[in-house]
C-alpha cells in the first residue's frame, strides 16, 4: 500500500510538471504582457490522478475537496504570494505557478461550515475572489435513536459532517427512497420525525459530498435504552442486572450494565418470528479483558470477545441452524478470572 501511495504521489507531481511547464512556454508573452496585470480567475480544475490511477478530466468544478490539488486558471497570477480557501490558508509550490495557473493543495483542515464559500488569491497586483465550495468528509453514521420508533416519532441521529443534510427512508430492493422531515440538525446530530411504514427500512443521510447509511433498521431492536418484548426470565444469581445505566451507551443514552459474578449469567424469554432476518447484532463493552458464552434458544455457545472499548458483532443466525423464531437468549460471563461488569447496547436482528 505504501508503493501504491508512493507511486500515485510521484506519478501526480510529474504530471503537474509536466503541465506547469507545457503552459510556461506556450504562455511566455502572456506572462510578460500580464506582468502588472490585476489577477483574473476563470475557473477551478481538478489536477491529478484518482486512486485508481485514473487522470482526472479537466473539467472546472464548483467545489473542492480537502486534500486533493487543484488548478487555479485565469491571468495575471504570476506574482501570487497567497491563496485562502473560506479565508484558511493553502499550501502552494512557487515552481508550479505561471501567469495563467496555480496548482495548490486544498488543507484538510480547511472548513466547510459557516464558511465564506470563496477562494481568495492574493498577487502583487491585487486580490480576486472566487465562489467555490468546500466540500465536508461524506457523513459518517454512529447510531439513531430510539430504533424501534413509530411514526410521528422524533427520531435522533448521531454521526459527523451533517451539513445541509438530507435524510431519507434507504431505498430497498421494491421501495424507493422516502424524504423524512427535519426537525433540527448539527454538524454531529439531526432529530427527524419519522414517517408512516417506516418499519424495516435503514436510515441514510446525505451531504454534497456523500451518503452514510445506517447499521440498524427501524423496528429491529431487542434493546435500544429499553429492553423490547422480554416475557420471562432474569439473572440465575437475581442481582447486577441494570437496563437502565446511563454511564456510558454505544447508541442512543443508556446501555444495559451488567456486574457479572464468575461464571455467572442469565436467560430471557421472547418470541421473535425470524422470518426478516439473517443475523443477530450486538455490541459489548467490558471494565476488563474477557469473553461471555452466548446462545439463542439454548444452542451451542457463541463466544462474544469482550474488550474495554465497543465492539459491534453480528452473528449469522445460521449458526444456530437458522431458527424460525427466538425464544430465549442465554448469556454467561466466562473468562474463568472471578467475573466481570460488561455493558451490552444495540441488540436486535440484520435484516435479509
Known sequence: MKNLKTAWFTTCVAWMLTLVLFSSCTNDDDTQTNATAPPVITSVLPSGYDLAGNLLPLTPVTKVDPKNYY?????????????????????????????????????????????????????????????????????????????????????TITGKYFLNPVVTLAATATKPAVPVTIVSSTLEKIVVKLPANADYRNLTVTNISGSATSKEAIGTALYDDVLHGVQWGGPWAGKGVNF?????????????????????????????????????????????????????????????????????????????????????????????????????DDLGFVLK
Open 71 to 155: 488548478i487555479i486558471r485565469g491571468t495575471g497570477l504570476s506574482s501570487v504570494s497567497k491563496v485562502y480557501f473560506n479565508d484558511y490558508e493553502t499550501y502552494f509550490r512557487p515552481t508550479f505557478v505561471t501567469d495563467t495557473e496555480i496548482i495548490v493543495l486544498v488543507d484538510e483542515n480547511t472548513p466547510y461550515a459557516n464558511a465564506s464559500n470563496k477562494l481568495k488569491v492574493v498577487t502583487a497586483n491585487g486580490t480576486v475572489f472566487y465562489d467555490l465550495v468546500v466540500a465536508p468528509p461524506s457523513p459518517t453514521f454512529t447510531g439513531f435513536s430510539p430504533i424501534n420508533a413509530t411514526a410521528g416519532t422524533e427520531v
Open 244 to 344: 437502565d445505566y446511563d454511564g456510558d451507551a454505544y447508541q442512543g443514552t443508556k446501555s444495559w450494565q451488567w456486574v457479572h459474578g464468575g461464571w455467572d449469567g442469565g436467560n430471557w424469554g421472547f418470541n421473535v418470528d425470524m422470518t426478516p432476518y439473517k443475523a443477530f447484532r450486538i455490541v459489548v463493552k467490558g471494565l476488563k479483558a474477557g469473553k461471555v458464552n452466548f446462545n439463542i434458544n439454548g444452542g451451542k455457545n457463541y463466544e462474544l470477545p469482550i474488550t474495554t472499548t465497543w465492539t459491534y458483532i453480528e452473528i449469522p443466525l445460521s449458526y444456530w441452524d437458522s431458527p424460525s423464531s427466538v425464544w430465549m437468549l442465554t448469556f454467561q460471563e466466562s473468562n474463568n478470572d472471578g467475573g466481570n461488569t460488561i455493558l451490552y
